[in-house]
Nanobody
Framework: QVQLVESGGGLVQAGGSLRLSCAASGRTFSSYAAAWFRQAPGKEREFVAAINWIGSWTMYTDSAKGRFTISRDNAKNVLYLQMNSLKPEDTAVYYC?????????????????WGQGTQVTVSS
């Protein structure tokens, strides 16, 4: 069993930066792929970025490429999302997720564990 707790969200002006963290409990997190998803009001949850178990492979949605960076520190059991050049359309609740496989995927249905989410609001 893995529990995930996100932090680092907040209010930021357009063009600013935030770094989200996701602290994982359980020694098995280091062998799981992980990802970030987000959900804006009135919209479905969407994929943002994913990383394999060792951090050697990553993937991003088109809107995140060049602005967001996903990374992990398996020694600390923490997943990160560095977000730069933020836009108002990035406003959403951001969720971290983990799956009981080493390879990353973009589909939310592939993930077994979810955090409670952290709010990111970008003002124009």
């Amino acid at each position: 069993q893995v529990q995930l707790v996100e932090s680092g969200g907040g209010l930021v002006q357009a063009g600013g930066s935030l770094r989200l963290s996701c602290a994982a409990s359980g020694r098995t997190f280091s062998s799981y792929a992980a990802a970030w998803f987000r959900q804006a009001p009135g919209k479905e949850r969407e994929f943002v970025a994913a990383i394999n178990w060792i951090g050697s492979w990553t993937m991003y949605t088109d809107s995140a490429k060049g602005r967001f960076t996903i990374s992990r520190d398996n020694a600390k059991n923490v997943l990160y999302l560095q977000m730069n050049s933020l836009k108002p359309e990035d406003t959403a609740v951001y969720y971290c997720a983990a799956r009981q496989q080493t390879s990353a995927r973009a589909e939310a249905s592939r993930y077994d564990y979810w955090g409670q989410g952290t709010q990111v609001t970008v003002s124009s």
